[in-house]
């Protein structure tokens, strides 16, 4: 591995103190205005939601499900004994959904093994459930002061231009070099916390990705070794993602009386805990049959070999409404099989099975339904007119 000293050919540690003196009074300034943020007395619980929502989601899309959530659940107490369906209707739409649930378990040992507080130790921090190095060191430095690097995607996008240093930034190797010069740098700030948000600021606001950076605004022009060499637009450098696998899937939409059925997916594995519309895998060239509009009897006798383990029998069936999610490692390409049924079910039976009619209401209030689904929820609450803008 590099070491730092050979990444810093422009003394970011030899001007330390003019570097995070700019850094500073530039924050002071220009900071964004976020709801977890209190710059005079931040509130530990706040910063660590809004940490742990931000893993994965743009601050624009976090800002409403921050408002929602901790107004349902102010604080560390309260996290832990909330049932979990409502944490889960809470998060809907968030995505990564294991997010939450630690969330949870580390409320819980926060309650019986730390009094309900967070620690302030990073160390600590990190071996509490959901919490890795960079939570622990956003944690402990904005919360409490603590001189300890939080090092993320924009804090790597703004060291690499500052160093004009062409380490793969998705290497841990690279992550551990900056975290260390940061490490090194913190100690001498006023406030630690103020330089990571600065750190986090810069790169969500001037230092932005590709080769769109606004040099000509940034407060650390004078330091950046990029910008000196005219390479701003070639860093970082980054191996390319692995290709997703591609999934072709069913989506059940089985509708009886106004409602539709709901089913709770497994505990383990992708989406755990959340409901769901049934789904099916399929080949890309049933896919392609499908989306030709076949419905009838050729429709009712997809549906009878895809989902007749539901026992449910169908009266009408028709395939339309093509969508496509993006999950981390799969892409899931649905099309949705509208199915009406008007037979007389064993509810409680169904009940026992966690399978469920859920009317708009319910789909709005109750069941958390990943954004996923969002493209048949969605059409199901405008066809029944109840959709509202809040869903
Ligand atoms: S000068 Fe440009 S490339 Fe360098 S840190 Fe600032 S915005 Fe990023």
Redesign the pocket.
Known sequence: MKAVTDMDPQGLREHKEDFLRVLTAWFMAEHRDLPWRNLAAPNPYHVWISEIMLQQTRVTAVIDYFLRFTAEIPDIAALASVPDDRLMKLWEGLGYYSRVRNMKRCAQVLMSEYGGAMPHDPATLAKLPGIGPYTAGAIASIAFGVPKAAVDGNVLR?FS??LADRSDISKESTKKAYTELLDELLPHAQNAGHINQAIMDLGAT??IPGGE???SL?P??GF?K??KEGT?GELPVKQRAQARRQEHRVILILEKDGKVLVDKRPERGLLAGLYEYPGAMITPKQMEDFEQGISGKRALKVYESLFGELGLTAKKARFALRSKHIFSHIEWEMIGLYVETTDTYDVEALAEKNIYFADAAELKERYALPGAFSAYTNEFLNRRGDIDGSH
Do not use: H
Request: proline share 0%; glycine share 0%.
């Open positions: 703004v231009r500052l001037i230092c950076a606004r040099c940034c650390v022009e950046c990029a910008r701003t």
